[in-house]
T-cell receptor, first 112, second 112 residues
Framework: AQSVTQPDIHITVSEGASLELRCNYSYGATPYLFWYVQSPGQGLQLLLKYFSGDTLVQGIKGFEAEFKRSQSSFNLRKPSVHWSDAAEYFC??????????FGKGTMLLVSP | NAGVTQTPKFQVLKTGQSMTLQCAQDMNHNSMYWYRQDPGMGLRLIYYSASEGTTDKGEVPNGYNVSRLNKREFSLRLESAAPSQTSVYFCASNDGSYNEQFFGPGTRLTVL
């Protein structure tokens, strides 16, 4: 079955430290992959997307993600976290029917 | 462009009451979607409309009906609300390809 797994429910990072949020997918071919961010009480905003080509994709707000086919992963990274990055992050996969399958989300807490 | 708009923002219902959540998009998108978001569950697809005149069930359609009124508008109806339908509901749209979906701000629904 197609699925997206985000292994970490919560992550706490110190401000200025680097960040990596994990995402693994299960799909028989190469899916289209997305990272969304949701601030409290808000809708979802797209951070970046991967369709094909370069496995390292750049997004907004200084985020990047790397697609690794061998590991079925699409991890989100940021070199230096700011307090305003505190939010919930969702990995999603489009597996060919125009619908998205979402992971359950990772809540990022940023400590001073 | 307003993007995707949803009304109302908040709603409290009693068990057994009915209501319709409204969604509209001004991006000339073909496809529209309704999700519900529950803590620890991520976003789950309720119904979607791949194009005007068509609707399809998603992962959790029971207890809901939808209407694609025209290309712009896609409504979600709860005929007899139950406490299990307490959730945050998001509408989204895209152009029907594998591109990202654009999300509305959400409707927070409580069923007592």
């Amino acid at each position: 079955a197609q699925s997206v797994t985000q292994p970490d429910i919560h992550i706490t990072v110190s401000e200025g430290a680097s960040l990596e949020l994990r995402c693994n997918y299960s799909y028989g071919a190469t899916p289209y992959l997305f990272w969304y961010v949701q601030s409290p009480g808000q809708g979802l905003q797209l951070l970046l997307k991967y369709f094909s080509g370069d496995t390292l994709v750049q997004g907004i707000k200084g985020f990047e993600a790397e697609f690794k086919r061998s590991q079925s992963s699409f991890n989100l990274r940021k070199p230096s976290v700011h307090w305003s990055d505190a939010a919930e992050y969702f990995c999603a996969m489009n597996s060919g029917y125009s619908t998205l399958t979402f992971g359950k989300g990772t809540m990022l807490l940023v400590s001073p | 462009n307003a993007g995707v708009t949803q009304t109302p923002k908040f709603q409290v219902l009693k068990t057994g009451q009915s209501m319709t959540l409204q969604c509209a998009q001004d991006m000339n998108h073909n496809s529209m979607y309704w999700y519900r978001q529950d803590p620890g569950m991520g976003l789950r697809l309720i119904y979607y409309s791949a194009s005007e005149g068509t609707t399809d069930k998603g992962e959790v359609p029971n207890g809901y009906n939808v209407s694609r009124l025209n290309k712009r508008e896609f409504s979600l109806r709860l005929e007899s609300a139950a406490p299990s339908q307490t959730s945050v509901y998001f509408c989204a749209s895209n152009d029907g390809s594998y591109n990202e979906q654009f999300f509305g701000p959400g409707t927070r629904l409580t069923v007592l």
